[in-house]
């Protein structure tokens, strides 16, 4: 069966299934096409997110990640207010006006605590996005973090596939409450990114296809999706990690099913190829997130092994990054990078 591309839309799932399974022959027109619907929508823009991970804590024990709570190798570590707000400082003069506050399900960050934090950027900051990536909370929770000023949340739900689901997480979890949060993030009035990892321990490419229509029916602003990649420290520890081969196909699809979307290249992808980064924006991809994390606490957010960037000063990281996007064919934007309107 020949595939037309330009049907993406209407798709069955049969025909997504083939179009994820392809062979190299499609791979080139399918890049093509994801840059030029990426070109309509951002032209060659990309918006650069300052990520900062302030804190390794977390209460999840999922088989996948390097912080995971039974992971007694892990040096954790928790930023104060003022190193946040520092790093915050030093984006901001970077030209960041994004700031992206991720960190495991730590139950040390209270309410209360993630409020201020997040009020004292918002003071300074007036005109940057604050996006929160701490995991699975109660409507009230994240109403309070909106109230406070944050605009933007990221919650991959890692998978749509329920069997799936349940061979990545303890019981303790469930991609139900994941799939709850999502929604009430939706209603709050959150800027709101999902996404999966790609080429996950007994992942099919009927659970990639659950995926694509989980998030055709959240519409999301954001997917972020990135390759699973093994740490030494977890049940996986053995398992092969995604290819950019396949990553780099659904960073197309998702690109030519959600035109509008704010879509990552991430640093996982620069993880597992020299020049991932690179090819995931020649893929569809609009957004990189370098990081301002402290350097002395870089090595320490070890979610998969091999991390990159994790000796770079934020403003070498910028530097080289910005080279690195325009040899690709595109160039930073010092812009907060809001949703194009579908």
Same mark, same amino acid.
């Given at each position: 069966?020949?595939?037309?591309?330009?049907?993406?839309?209407?798709?069955?799932?049969?025909?997504?299934?083939?179009?994820? &399974?392809? /062979?190299?022959?499609?791979?080139?027109?399918?890049?093509?096409?994801?840059?030029?619907?990426?070109?309509?929508?951002?032209?060659?823009?990309?918006?650069?997110?300052?990520?900062?991970?302030?804190?390794?804590?977390?209460?999840?024990?999922?088989?996948?990640? +390097?912080?995971?709570? =039974?992971?007694?190798?892990?040096?954790?570590?928790?930023?104060?207010?003022? &190193?946040?707000?520092?790093?915050? &400082?030093?984006?901001?003069?970077? %030209?960041?006006?994004?700031?992206?506050?991720?960190?495991?399900?730590?139950?040390?960050?209270? /309410?209360?605590?993630?409020?201020? $934090?997040?009020?004292?950027?918002?003071?300074?900051?007036?005109?940057?996005?604050?996006?929160?990536?701490?995991?699975?909370?109660?409507?009230?929770?994240?109403? #309070?973090?909106? /109230?406070?000023?944050?605009?933007?949340?990221?919650?991959?739900?890692?998978?749509?596939?329920?069997?799936?689901?349940?061979?990545?997480?303890?019981?303790?979890?469930?991609?139900?409450?994941?799939?709850?949060?999502?929604?009430?993030?939706?209603?709050?009035?959150?800027?709101? %990114?999902?996404?999966?990892?790609? %080429? #996950?321990?007994?992942?099919?490419?009927?659970?990639? *296809?659950?995926?694509?229509? !989980?998030?055709?029916?959240?519409?999301?602003?954001?997917?972020?999706?990135?390759?699973?990649?093994?740490?030494?420290?977890?049940? !996986?520890?053995?398992?092969?990690? +995604?290819?950019?081969?396949?990553?780099?196909?659904? $960073?197309?699809?998702?690109?030519?099913?959600?035109?509008?979307?704010? @879509?990552?290249?991430?640093?996982?992808?620069?993880?597992? =190829?020299?020049?991932?980064?690179? @090819?995931?924006?020649?893929? %569809?991809?609009?957004?990189?997130?370098?990081?301002?994390?402290?350097?002395?606490?870089?090595?320490?957010?070890?979610?998969?092994?091999?991390?990159?960037?994790?000796?770079?000063?934020?403003? &070498?990281?910028?530097?080289?990054?910005?080279?690195? $996007?325009?040899?690709? +064919?595109?160039?930073? *934007?010092?812009?907060?990078?809001?949703?194009?309107?579908?």
């Amino acid at each position: 069966m020949e595939l037309d591309i330009s049907r993406i839309k209407e798709f069955n799932d049969d025909e997504l299934k083939q179009l994820i &399974e392809y /062979d190299e022959s499609i791979n080139q027109d399918l890049i093509k096409a994801a840059d030029v619907v990426r070109r309509k929508y951002y032209d060659d823009k990309v918006f650069l997110r300052g990520l900062i991970e302030f804190t390794n804590y977390c209460r999840n024990d999922c088989y996948y990640c +390097g912080i995971r709570c =039974s992971n007694r190798n892990a040096t954790r570590y928790r930023l104060s207010k003022e &190193e946040i707000l520092d790093a915050c &400082e030093q984006g901001y003069e970077l %030209g960041y006006r994004t700031f992206v506050l991720q960190g495991g399900e730590d139950v040390t960050f209270t /309410d209360e605590k993630i409020c201020d $934090i997040v009020s004292a950027i918002r003071s300074k900051y007036e005109d940057c996005a604050i996006t929160l990536s701490i995991g699975e909370k109660s409507k009230e929770s994240y109403k #309070s973090y909106f /109230d406070a000023g944050a605009n933007r949340y990221l919650l991959r739900h890692e998978t749509a596939d329920a069997s799936h689901y349940g061979k990545l997480h303890p019981e303790s979890m469930s991609l139900d409450n994941r799939k709850r949060c999502l929604y009430n993030l939706k209603e709050i009035g959150y800027q709101v %990114g999902s996404g999966f990892m790609v %080429g #996950s321990p007994y992942q099919t490419t009927d659970s990639l *296809v659950a995926d694509i229509r !989980f998030l055709q029916d959240l519409e999301p602003d954001m997917i972020g999706i990135g390759p699973f990649i093994s740490h030494k420290d977890t049940p !996986f520890r053995d398992k092969d990690n +995604g290819s950019v081969e396949l990553i780099l196909r659904m $960073i197309s699809i998702l690109r030519l099913m959600f035109p509008y979307v704010l @879509l990552p290249s991430t640093t996982a992808l620069g993880t597992i =190829s020299p020049t991932g980064r690179e @090819l995931g924006l020649q893929a %569809g991809a609009n957004v990189v997130m370098p990081n301002l994390t402290p350097v002395k606490y870089r090595t320490q957010y070890e979610l998969y092994d091999g991390k990159i960037c994790t000796g770079e000063e934020a403003a &070498e990281c910028r530097g080289c990054l910005e080279k690195r $996007i325009e040899s690709a +064919g595109y160039r930073v *934007v010092t812009d907060r990078g809001d949703v194009a309107k579908n």
